[in-house]
């Protein structure tokens, strides 16, 4: 199967030896950049993550001549090993895709690279960005740090962050209103992380608007349930017959987290 492939099958269609296809691409630096980079990213799903895998991942992000590409890709793979270990511990092996001693490695490792002022600005982001999905007490400074910045790329590394780090309800209130679409798109995401009350007009008006676009819409959806669960079906009325399959779905499971009751078509008929 070639690896291009893989990117457009959905994991649970995988053979069984796609770690090992996607840890070969990974290992053959005559491989194209482009191969590389596809299986650096599919290399962080939960379906074939490994120690193995991972340990890979923090070889090539260690390198001083690989790409930047490459290396913040790699950066990114890491983290959603690195949730899913700190979510469900290390009790059980078949809840936890990784070691705890991997685990450890990559957690030292990130924090490493963060501090080091001559790894590239690009790849430190990432750094960051990945080692926040297991938050640490040292994360908290490192995303003041990156939200005081005056380059708006550290600012929108900062918003992400806050999905994972509490604390930061003021920079997320104030985030909503930035000209820049992908730290709105941020904080929206943040705000719903955290249920935040005083986000809720920004949140409608976005829900309620006709101009919202397609992706920020969806995150404000989400967001909806979190903040006024008792508020959802009245608030997303108007978008629960959508044309658009994704947002129909994603008010459908707004409604399903606010708890509230809802019909749809196919049952009124039903009844």
């Known amino acids: 199967m070639d690896i ?10 995988w053979p069984e030896d796609a770690g090992k296809t996607f840890l070969e691409v990974l290992r053959d630096e005559k491989s194209d950049e482009s191969d590389r980079l596809i299986a650096a990213e599919l290399a962080g799903d939960l379906v074939v993550v490994n120690d193995e ?16 590409t490459l290396r913040s890709q790699a950066a990114i793979s890491l983290g959603p090993a690195l949730e899913q270990a700190d979510t469900e511990g290390f009790d059980d092996p078949e809840d ?20 080091d002022g001559d790894v590239p600005t690009e790849v430190r982001r990432r750094v960051l ?43 997320i209130l104030e ?10 798109y941020q904080a929206v995401c943040a705000a719903g992380t955290w249920g935040l009350k005083g986000a809720w007009a920004h949140i409608v008006s976005l829900v309620t608007s006709e101009d919202t676009e397609k992706p920020l819409l969806l995150a404000a959806i989400e967001a909806v349930p979190s903040i006024r669960p008792g508020e ?3 608030i997303l009325d108007e978008l629960m017959d959508s044309d658009d399959e994704e947002i129909a779905d994603a008010v459908q499971e707004a409604l399903i987290m ?4 809802w019909e749809d078509d196919e049952d009124e008929t039903l009844h």
């Open 53 to 68: 895998l991972v340990d890979t991942l923090l070889s090539i992000l260690q390198r001083k001549d690989a790409s930047e």
């Open 232 to 234: 959802t079906a009245e």
């Open 258 to 261: 606010s708890g509230e009751p």
């Open 175 to 184: 985030s909503l209103g930035s000209s820049n679409p992908d730290i709105e």
């Open 4 to 13: 291009k492939t893989f990117k457009f099958t959905p994991a649970w269609e």
């Open 129 to 171: 960005e990945a080692s926040v999905r297991a938050p640490r007490k040292w994360h908290r400074d490192a995303v003041r740090a990156a939200y005081k910045s005056r380059d708006d790329d550290w600012k929108l590394t900062a918003v992400f962050c806050m999905r994972y780090i509490r604390g930061f309800d003021k920079q």
């Open 96 to 115: 936890t895709p990784v070691t705890e001693e991997m685990f450890v490695k990559i957690q030292e490792t990130l924090r490493t690279l963060y501090t």
